[in-house]
């Protein structure tokens, strides 16, 4: 009840095409869904984030999908260029105990060609 | 850049030794997270702490503890060192309190040999 199962693994896509992440999570308590991007040798830095309230948010070329019914949320980078080139972390989070627990999807590798 | 500082950036030693990394957090950030990432692994959240008190304890060793200081920052202690401890340790800092948004550090890369 606690993973977060993301897809693709790895991703490549031609430059101005769509990119799309899917993660599906099973624990129903989630309340704030973050996607993080993260370059070789830095940290994740917060792209976007939804709360389950609203189906959609976008922000610039990024956007993020939410299907409550059926547990799934996506991230979409519309005309993905090459420095779009980067590790995609969806996670799902919510409070519990005394603390914000963080559960992160496994990663996706995405390659935007020139 | 968000913010959240670490120490040092990179740091080999050899197994069975000790080392220390440190975390500052956000400014006004009372909250700090430390995560774990091996090559090609997800984030593996550690430990937490909110305004020097421990609040949740996730896949730690025994041989990892941490800390938070008054001033806020927070040391990760790694003892007895093993191959398999080589990785990326970052600490990410929160508001605390009613936010969940968390900001990550640049994080410290620990070889093992």
């Known amino acids: 009840q606690q993973q977060v199962k993301q897809s693709p693994q790895s991703l490549i896509v031609q430059k101005g095409g769509i990119s799309i992440i899917n993660c599906a999570y099973e624990?129903?308590?989630?309340?704030?869904f973050p996607w993080y991007q993260q370059f070789p040798g830095k940290g994740p830095a917060l792209l976007i984030a939804i709360r389950p309230d609203v189906s959609e948010k976008k922000e610039g070329r990024f956007t993020i999908s939410f299907n409550k019914s059926a547990k799934q949320f996506s991230l979409h980078i519309m005309d993905s260029q090459p420095g779009d080139s980067a590790t995609y972390f969806c996670a799902a989070s919510r409070w519990a105990s005394g603390t914000y627990k963080y559960i992160f999807g496994t990663g996706t590798r995405l390659k935007v060609l020139a | 850049d968000s913010g959240v500082t670490q120490t040092p950036k990179h740091l080999i030693t050899a197994t069975g030794q000790r080392v220390t990394l440190r975390c500052s957090p956000r400014s006004g950030d009372l909250s700090v997270y430390w995560y774990q990432q091996s090559l090609d692994q997800g984030l593996q959240f550690l430990i937490h702490?909110?305004?020097?008190?421990?609040?949740a304890k996730g896949n730690i060793l025994e041989r990892f503890s941490a800390q938070q200081f008054p001033d806020l920052h927070s040391e990760l202690n790694l003892s007895s060192l093993e191959l398999g401890d080589s990785a990326l340790y970052f600490c990410?800092?929160?508001?605390?309190?009613?936010?969940?948004?968390?900001?990550f550090g640049p994080g410290t890369r620990l070889t093992v040999t």
């Open positions: 702490y909110y305004n020097g008190e421990e609040r």
């Open positions: 990410a800092s929160s508001v605390g309190q009613g936010r969940n948004e968390q900001y």
């Open positions: 624990n129903t308590a989630f309340d704030y």
